[in-house]
């Protein structure tokens, strides 16, 4: 239990004393690594990944999973793109287009999900496929981006800018996943509605049994997925500023995923909490930094981070078993008379 | 009698801080039906590990075939012949009964390719089924055979071990009476045969059935041992509770007043041609009795909004009512307790206070947010009505025992306004002394003015509790007894769909 209270558990320390130590190493290798210019490039990169994780984080809790959030940051970032270049539409009503397209692939997913009862992986994998292929034929897979003399000084400010705060440029993607981060932190871990999502996910029946429409959260997780993933479209559309349909955000749903996963999210859903999903995504970041400030293979990209993940993921697991056995020990009395432990212990 | 062939001897248990097991003794001698009693949590499941090599004692002997054991583990107690049957059975679903029963030791051929001999297989699975007299084959697919049936599997799988004594573990608690009275003949079979039985259970009147004799434990200690001409109910209980149950039944403080929730011509989906009539009256418990798969549980789920009704309707205080989902059950009052408790009635993983809000959330927050302060003073205050055994609201529910279990279910509704309550199975898996609790519980709520409907496979609590039964029989309401009309002859009677 306990799980949905969002004050930081051992979990997000240990995941917090991590990143300080993969941090302090690449730092003793390549002091480049706490240049301002560098960091402030990663926290962009975290920005912009964190948004997109924690819409996944959103669907994860609710016992789903979304696959098609990198198809659909391409899809829509052409969209976008092709909106305020080519049939110049303003680009508030534009950016208003985008969040609302995200939603309603959310509604069409978490429909097709809990209506039609399709497994999540099956929904959003053609979702996967079929976003993709619609992004390539939009662009006839040609890069969107902007032409010479286009320009949009206020947007290119709000989303790619950043701001002087004590020295250090602060990228507005931050800002934006503050923001977002906040409010998500307050939407799961304290309003009514979150602990509907944790009770849908845990257990669905149960759920319903005591009168929550458990077909609308779980709808709603992938409507709020769907939104956020949207926001971040835009963020990355205009941080990159070209967008080659073929490539743009492939793989971006097992980013997702993995920071998910590392913030303590359970594939079998009722777990997770938004600090920890921050967490991970900084995590997922430096690691992509280490790759490049350490000079090693960019090729082994993919496989550093997965070695890492998985052996974050075995530490944590053997932790958790070490935990686990202790207080079974302890039997029955010692159980009843303190609240139980933190995390997965209470599978049990 | 017979040498036992196996024999605990003073044995001990302590966890720290904990005493799960002091000073019981226990023996076993081949063919004999041994009764293990005592409330839940007095040491019965300790007591089985221990035999069952899971758990090691703290102190004591385990003699085997008169040779004391060192060491004694689940391999040993399996070589000496000791087969579980558990409370949830551990059979796959996706295989036939031969393959469940030699799941892992499939006789095989083909040299390195160990393809399963199935021709081997089904040929030493016949016989025994024939022994307990089973009314299914060796390749029937185990997902369409029923609990009892189930049951069976896990037992022949025990004989296929060449078992010596066979643990159940609440045998009947979800088997109709037939099916009940099938598994008391096949006890009585595997004890000519020289095969003991242990066996767990709740039901007072399974024991004087088949036991030879009873043990009881009651806080980790041997509250008593009954031979078999010692054994009576009243006998059991005191041992157990360690005082004499008081007589069950107690009547209304008032007359039943008039009819709250009409269900008119009721049809569920098990039984599309049948329909259902009855009503609930206010400060009135009906009994709802009848043989698992009568139609009973999808009764209630069709009147909490669970299930569809696919005709037929609801008249709540005299006015029609349409149900699509559970909300709209619980928004006009009408709460169901569930025969599943840990699957449809708790998040076992939240905490007491989270599960008693969880559906009436919105009174328990403020903007949007939930108001743990508020929530854990409701929880407190149904916790000292309820008497819910625990120091802190905020531990999980998985912790606690059965009974304690479904009060927490109980408090969810009853911080609300229940106009209707149904339960479904109130006391299944619960404690004699947690059991009256609930009984005086549901006396109470009936005289504040709630029409109670009870689901009862119980004989015992349907006669006990209720002030009306309705008794159903394949999907049709077989007939209505009054008070003085209820008898357990009467009851089965109707049950089994004959007139009385």
Redesign the interface.
């Known amino acids: 239990?306990?799980?949905n209270e969002g004050t930081v558990h051992k979990k997000d320390l240990s995941l917090l004393v991590l990143i300080l130590v993969v941090g302090a190493v690449v730092a003793f290798i390549n002091p480049r690594f706490l240049l301002v210019g560098n960091l402030s490039n990663t926290a962009n990169q975290v920005g912009m990944f964190g948004i997109f994780s924690i819409a996944e984080a959103f669907v994860i809790i609710v016992g789903g999973i979304e696959l098609a959030v990198g198809s659909v940051i391409a899809l829509l970032g052409v969209l976008f793109i092709d909106l305020i270049v080519n049939r110049d539409i303003d680009w508030i009503l534009a950016f208003a287009l985008i969040i609302a397209g995200g939603v309603a692939i959310g509604t069409i997913h978490g429909t097709l999900v809990t209506k039609m009862k399709i497994q999540p992986f099956v929904v959003t994998l053609c979702g996967l496929l079929i976003y993709r292929g619609a992004a390539r034929y939009y662009t006839e897979d040609a890069t969107a981006g902007f032409g010479y003399g286009a320009s949009f000084p206020m947007l290119e400010w709000l989303t790619a800018g950043r701001t002087n705060v004590l020295g250090f440029p602060l990228p507005h993607s931050v800002v934006a996943l503050v923001i977002v981060a906040g409010i998500a932190w307050?939407v799961l871990h304290?309003?009514?509605?979150?602990?509907?999502f944790?009770?849908v996910g845990?257990?669905e029946?149960?759920?319903?049994?005591?009168?929550?429409?458990s077909d609308r959260v779980t709808i709603s997780a992938y409507v709020i997925c769907g939104g956020l993933t949207a926001l971040s479209a835009v963020l990355l559309a205009m941080y990159t500023r070209s967008i080659s349909p073929a490539v743009h955000g492939s793989f971006y749903e097992l980013y997702a995923i993995a920071a998910a996963v590392l913030g303590g999210c359970s594939l079998r859903g009722?777990e997770g909490s938004i600090i920890g999903v921050v967490l991970g995504t900084i995590l997922l970041q430096v690691l992509q930094n280490l790759v490049n400030l350490l000079g090693i293979p960019s090729s082994l990209n993919f496989a550093v981070m997965g070695t890492v993940i998985l052996i974050g993921v075995l530490a944590d697991q053997y932790l958790v078993q070490r935990r686990q056995r202790a207080p079974s020990?302890?039997?029955?009395?010692?159980?009843?008379?303190?609240?139980?432990t933190l995390e997965r212990v209470?599978?049990? | 009698m017979r040498e036992p062939f196996l024999e605990l001897i003073d044995i001990g248990k302590t966890?720290?801080?904990?005493v799960?097991l002091d000073h019981v003794s226990l023996s076993v001698a081949p063919g004999e039906v041994i009764a293990l009693l005592g409330e839940n949590?007095a040491g019965k499941s300790t007591l089985m590990r221990v035999l069952g090599g899971v758990v090691a004692p703290s102190r004591g002997t385990i003699r085997i075939d008169g040779v004391a054991r060192s060491s004694y583990t689940v391999t040993d107690a399996i070589a000496a012949g000791i087969a579980f049957v558990h409370q949830e059975l551990n059979l796959f679903d996706n295989l036939d009964v031969a393959g469940n029963v030699y799941i892992g030791r499939e006789p095989v051929f083909g040299g390195p390719l160990r393809l399963i001999d199935r021709k081997t297989l089904r040929a030493k699975v016949r016989p025994l089924i024939a022994r307990l007299g089973a009314d299914f084959e060796p390749d029937t697919p185990l997902a369409e055979l029923s609990l009892a049936q189930r049951q069976l599997v896990e037992i022949i799988k025990a004989l296929s071990l060449d078992a010596r004594c066979v643990i159940m573990d609440e045998p009947t608690s979800s088997l109709t009476l037939s099916e009940t009275e099938r598994l008391m003949q096949v006890i009585a079979g595997l004890k000519a045969d020289g095969v003991s039985v242990i066996f767990i259970t709740h039901r007072l009147n399974e024991v004087m059935q088949c036991a030879d004799r009873a043990i009881v434990l009651r806080d980790g200690r041997m509250a008593g041992a009954l031979a078999r001409d010692e054994l009576s109910p009243a006998a059991m209980i005191r041992l157990m509770i360690g005082r004499d149950l008081r007589s069950l039944y107690v009547p209304p403080a008032a007359p039943p007043g008039e009819a709250v929730l009409d269900v008119v011509d009721a049809v569920t989906s098990t039984y599309p041609n049948q329909a259902v009539s009855l009503q609930l009256r206010r400060g009135e418990i009906l009994g709802l009795a009848g043989l698992v798969g009568s139609g009973r549980t999808e009764l209630a789920r069709a009147i909490?909004g669970?299930d569809p009704l696919l005709a037929g309707g609801l008249h709540l205080e005299g006015a029609p009512i349409r149900i699509a989902?559970?909300?709209t059950?619980?928004?006009r009052g009408i709460y169901?307790v569930?025969e599943d408790r840990k699957?449809?009635?708790?998040?076992?993983?939240?905490?007491i206070a989270?599960?008693v809000s969880?559906?009436d959330?919105?009174s328990h927050?403020r903007f949007?947010?939930?108001d743990t302060a508020s929530e854990a003073e409701n929880a407190d205050r149904q916790r000292e009505r309820l008497n819910i055994?625990?120091?802190?609201v905020?531990?999980?529910?998985?912790?606690?025992s059965g009974g304690n279990q479904q009060k927490v279910v109980l408090a969810?509704w009853l911080s609300m306004r229940p106009k209707v309550l149904i339960f479904d199975e109130p006391t299944r898996g619960i404690d004699v002394g947690a059991k009256q609790e609930i009984y005086d519980m549901l006396r109470r709520l009936a005289d504040d003015g709630v029409a109670i409907l009870m689901i009862s496979s119980d004989m015992e609590e349907v006669i006990g509790v209720s002030d009306r039964i309705a008794v159903m029989h394949e999907g049709r309401i077989s007939g209505f007894l009054s008070r003085s009309e209820f008898s357990e002859h009467n009851v089965l009677q109707l049950a089994v769909g004959h007139a009385i």
Not at chain 1, 205 to 213: F, K, L, M, N, P
Not at chain 2, 343 to 351: M, P, R, T
């Open positions: 239990m306990l799980e307050l304290r309003s009514v509605y979150g602990r509907y944790y009770a845990k257990n029946e149960a759920a319903r049994y005591s009168g929550i429409r009722g020990a302890r039997g029955q009395a010692a159980a009843e008379s303190k609240p139980a209470s599978a049990e | 966890y720290p801080g904990v799960a949590g909490f669970v989902t559970p909300r059950a619980i928004d169901l569930p699957g449809c009635g708790l998040l076992l993983d939240l905490s989270e599960n969880l559906p959330l919105a927050s949007g947010l939930v055994r625990t120091t802190d905020r531990t999980s529910v998985g912790t606690l969810k």
